[in-house]
């Protein structure tokens, strides 16, 4: 089994900071192909925030361009993200996802999500 866990959110003055990081661990075959963060804020979908994709890229939501830093380690299986000049907007609960190849069927990436980090952005 593959296990991602969040820490690191929290409750925040607007113009704050927090940084976020997420560690795989578990059944994994190889280096990680894809892995981010992702949003959801009560009663809106779950949006994409920043991540590293199997292509090598990193992508950024419009919305965090310029204020969150995303960066990972990969040897560590772990990712981080430096949130900066937060806003009540940012608040939502914050969810890890990798695609994982697994020992057993190194045919296909699977995908997990961590737990999920609350955070709280107040005005």
């Not at 299986?77 to 900066?84: E, G, R």
Request: glycine share 12%; proline share 3%.
């Amino acid at each position: 089994q593959v296990q991602l866990v969040e820490s690191g959110g929290g409750l925040v003055q607007a113009g704050g900071s927090l940084r976020l990081s997420c560690v795989a661990s578990g059944s994994i075959f190889g280096s990680i192909p894809g892995m981010g963060w992702y949003r959801q804020a009560p009663g809106k979908q779950r949006e994409l925030v920043a991540g590293y994709t199997a292509e090598g890229t990193t992508n950024y939501a419009d919305f965090v361009k310029g204020r969150f830093i995303f960066s990972r380690d990969t040897a560590k299986n772990t990712v981080y993200l430096q949130m900066n000049r937060l806003t009540p907007e940012d608040t939502a609960v914050y969810y890890c996802h990798a695609l994982v190849v697994l020992p057993e069927d190194i045919r296909y990436a699977y995908d997990y999500w961590g737990q999920g980090t609350q955070v709280t952005v107040s005005s």
